[in-house]
């Protein structure tokens, strides 16, 4: 159960949300506003104090790792930053390996705003790069080229950046195979520690989701699986390891706190749109910034769209998240959670699937293929929802 009193936790990652942009990508759902004159100077005051109100209330939480996302994070003035930070270290006890990642655009990682964050104890970047090709980011509405984006990449590293994502999309409409590998292959190139391919998603409500001509020219699935599965292997050839669905590092690369939120470990969300997730309670922010403003100036942190979630609500997310990743279930780690024995409960589909060679059970684990993992959905569903 949510206790009214607020929950207690030793240890959590933080999540900060910044959520403006230069302008808004035609295929972007997240929660994030273009930025208008003044807009950074009233969010920042109101992070800060929703910082220092979730201290007060849980003490000196110890925080493994902190992740800026957005919306654009690289927006930030360096002085903001500087004083996100100092807030962060003065309030809890960062761990003195946190990793502090933060997303970044390549048209707003300046020189400038790459030191300050350098220096400001940020270790990770991830660059938002979507596609090498030019044409591909004019369909997408991304607000830099190709050329852009490799330049960004390239001042990261200069900056001191040792540790590189790049995030690419595939899938777009009209979009080859080989037109795909074609990004892919430019961004191995720039050797980054870790890469992130995400297969397009049409949402309703963006332009290019309510754009029929750009769902008619999605490419056929055929052509989708093509790309996943070669995908892999490129990157595999290259020397990365694939530790999720859409997510590749090299050896000691992976996201720590991506991977924290999937193994199910707490998260405080800070900011506009982030969901916490403190033991059985999740809540999430307003997503707008002036509900989000009222709810911080009120002090009545942790009671928007607040639940408990349940024993089963906790196994079935568990089971979820964990075939999405390389690891796999472990399977007694799910009885104990849910109170079942998941190969006795669908034995007649694990059979299935293990005979399609979409599943393996190995040392009291269950991962998906590569190949189930481009139906990674359906066989989610098989398993976590009777
Ligand atoms: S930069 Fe990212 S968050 Fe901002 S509009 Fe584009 S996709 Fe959305």
Same mark, same amino acid.
Request: proline residues 7%; charged residues 25%; glycine residues 8%.
């Given at each position: 159960?949510?206790?009214?009193?607020?929950?207690?936790?030793?240890?959590?990652?933080?999540?900060?949300?910044?959520?403006?942009?230069?302008?808004?990508?035609?295929?972007?759902?997240?929660?994030?506003?273009?930025?208008?004159?003044?807009?950074?100077?009233?969010?920042?005051?109101?992070?800060?104090?929703?910082?220092?109100?979730?201290?007060?209330?849980?003490?000196?939480?110890?925080v493994p790792t902190v992740?800026?996302?957005?919306?654009?994070?690289?927006?930030?003035?360096?002085?903001?930053?500087?004083?996100?930070?100092?807030?962060?270290?003065?309030?809890?006890?960062l761990a003195p390996d946190a990793e502090i990642?933060?997303?970044?655009?390549?048209?707003?990682?300046?020189?400038?705003?790459?030191?300050?964050?350098?220096?400001?104890g940020?270790n990770?970047?991830?660059?938002?790069?979507?596609?090498?090709?030019?044409?591909?980011?004019?369909?997408?509405?991304?607000?830099?080229?190709?050329?852009?984006?490799?330049?960004?990449?390239?001042?990261?590293?200069?900056?001191?950046?040792?540790?590189?994502?790049?995030?690419?999309?595939?899938?777009?409409?009209?979009?080859?195979?080989?037109?795909?590998?074609?990004?892919?292959?430019?961004?191995?190139? #720039?050797? &980054? !520690?870790?890469?992130?391919?995400?297969? $397009?998603? @049409?949402?309703?409500? =963006?332009?290019? *989701?309510? /754009?029929?001509?750009?769902?008619?020219?999605?490419?056929?699935?055929?052509?989708?699986?093509?790309?996943?599965?070669?995908?892999?292997?490129?990157?595999?050839?290259?020397?990365?390891?694939?530790?999720?669905?859409?997510?590749?590092?090299?050896?000691?690369?992976?996201?720590r706190?991506?991977?924290?939120?999937?193994?199910?470990?707490?998260?405080?969300?800070?900011?506009?749109?982030?969901?916490?997730?403190?033991?059985?309670?999740?809540?999430?922010?307003?997503?707008?910034?002036?509900?989000?403003?009222?709810?911080?100036?009120?002090?009545?942190?942790?009671?928007?769209?607040?639940?408990? #979630?349940? &024993? !089963?609500?906790?196994?079935?997310?568990? $089971?979820? @998240?964990?075939?999405? =990743?390389?690891? *796999?279930? /472990?399977?007694?780690?799910?009885?104990?959670?849910?109170?079942?024995?998941?190969?006795?409960?669908?034995?007649?589909?694990?059979?299935?699937?293990?005979?399609?060679?979409?599943?393996?059970?190995?040392?009291?684990?269950?991962?998906?293929?590569?190949?189930?993992?481009?139906?990674?959905?359906?066989?989610?569903?098989?398993?976590?929802?009777?």
């Amino acid at each position: 159960m949510c206790a009214d009193a607020p929950p207690t936790q030793p240890s959590a990652s933080l999540y900060i949300h910044v959520p403006f942009c230069r302008a808004k990508c035609g295929y972007c759902a997240f929660f994030s506003e273009p930025l208008r004159p003044g807009a950074l100077d009233a969010y920042l005051p109101l992070l800060l104090d929703e910082i220092g109100l979730w201290a007060a209330r849980l003490g000196r939480l110890f925080v493994p790792t902190v992740f800026f996302g957005g919306g654009t994070p690289s927006l930030l003035p360096p002085e903001a930053l500087a004083r996100i930070m100092d807030a962060l270290r003065s309030r809890f006890d960062l761990a003195p390996d946190a990793e502090i990642s933060m997303e970044a655009n390549p048209e707003s990682a300046s020189p400038d705003f790459l030191r300050a964050a350098r220096a400001q104890g940020v270790n990770r970047l991830s660059l938002g790069v979507q596609s090498f090709r030019d044409e591909e980011l004019a369909l997408l509405g991304r607000p830099h080229t190709a050329r852009q984006a490799w330049e960004a990449a390239t001042r990261a590293r200069g900056a001191g950046f040792a540790n590189l994502g790049l995030d690419l999309i595939w899938g777009l409409p009209a979009q080859r195979e080989s037109q795909w590998l074609e990004s892919l292959r430019r961004a191995v190139e #720039l050797a &980054p !520690e870790h890469l992130s391919c995400y297969g $397009l998603t @049409l949402e309703p409500g =963006t332009p290019l *989701g309510d /754009d029929p001509e750009a769902r008619n020219q999605l490419p056929p699935e055929r052509e989708l699986a093509r790309m996943y599965i070669h995908t892999g292997e490129l990157l595999e050839d290259a020397g990365y390891l694939q530790y999720e669905i859409s997510n590749y590092a090299r050896l000691g690369h992976a996201c720590r706190h991506n991977q924290a939120c999937w193994e199910g470990r707490d998260y405080l969300g800070l900011g506009p749109a982030a969901t916490s997730t403190l033991g059985p309670c999740r809540w999430t922010n307003p997503e707008d910034l002036r509900a989000w403003a009222e709810l911080v100036r009120a002090q009545r942190i942790g009671l928007h769209q607040r639940e408990t #979630l349940s &024993p !089963e609500i906790r196994a079935q997310e568990r $089971l979820m @998240l964990a075939l999405r =990743t390389a690891k *796999g279930l /472990d399977l007694a780690e799910y009885r104990s959670l849910s109170g079942q024995n998941l190969l006795t409960r669908h034995k007649a589909i694990i059979q299935a699937l293990r005979q399609k060679e979409l599943i393996r059970i190995h040392q009291g684990r269950l991962r998906l293929t590569r190949t189930g993992m481009l139906v990674s959905n359906s066989i989610i569903r098989a398993l976590g929802f009777d």
